[in-house]
């Protein structure tokens, strides 16, 4: 479960790396599937080019 911190300190990343990456969309946040104390940030970048895969 993740706790009000933690989903304050996503935000203020993300609000952070949005200035830098304007492109950049959040999509999520969840715990880790092998250790719940670890959160991923699910986010996506609309600009990607197929080259890049």
């Given at each position: 479960?993740?706790?009000?911190k933690q989903k304050?300190?996503?935000?203020?990343f993300?609000?952070?790396?949005?200035?830098?990456?304007?492109?950049?969309?959040?999509?999520?946040?969840?715990?880790?599937?092998e250790?719940?104390?670890?959160?991923?940030?699910?986010i996506l970048?609309?600009?990607?080019?197929?080259?890049e895969?």
């Amino acid at each position: 479960m993740i706790n009000f911190k933690q989903k304050e300190l996503v935000r203020n990343f993300f609000k952070e790396m949005k200035e830098k990456f304007p492109e950049t969309e959040f999509v999520s946040v969840t715990e880790g599937p092998e250790n719940p104390a670890d959160l991923w940030i699910n986010i996506l970048e609309r600009n990607i080019r197929v080259a890049e895969f």
